[in-house]
């Protein structure tokens, strides 16, 4: 009888500790953020590839940027939308009245009125 273990003869953690013997592991640099809050994050890129020139801090999540000196400045987050103001950013009010007056014609017409 199986103890219900998809993967036997395996734990978390089993890999060997040190890389393999046949192969190097690829190219890496350090690049350093910074943020406003005065956090800063290390961030390791292949080699060969450009940084962003900003990276969310892993802190306190506001964008960080290359320069120590000159960090940006806070992320503005925007305020919380009902389902009401997303449909009328998409919708005039002419657009609304005619879907209502096309909505209660279907309920009237159902009734029998």
């Known amino acids: 009888m199986s103890s219900g273990s998809a993967i036997r003869g395996s734990r978390i953690g089993s890999s060997p500790m040190r890389p393999d013997e046949r192969s190097e592991p690829a190219p890496r640099r350090e690049v350093t953020y910074f943020c406003a809050a005065d956090h800063e994050l290390v961030v390791r890129f ?45 919708r005039s009010d002419a657009d609304g009245e005619a879907i209502l007056a ?12």
């Not at 096309?102 to 009125?113: C, H, I, Q, S, T």
């Open 46 to 90: 292949a080699a060969d590839v450009e940084p962003p020139d900003t990276w969310d801090c892993t802190r306190c999540g506001q964008p960080a940027g290359l320069d120590r000196a000159n960090p940006p400045g806070k992320s503005r987050t925007e305020p919380y939308k009902s389902h009401l103001a997303y449909v009328k950013e998409r």
């Open 102 to 113: 096309e909505a209660l014609a279907k309920v009237r017409r159902r009734r029998g009125e």
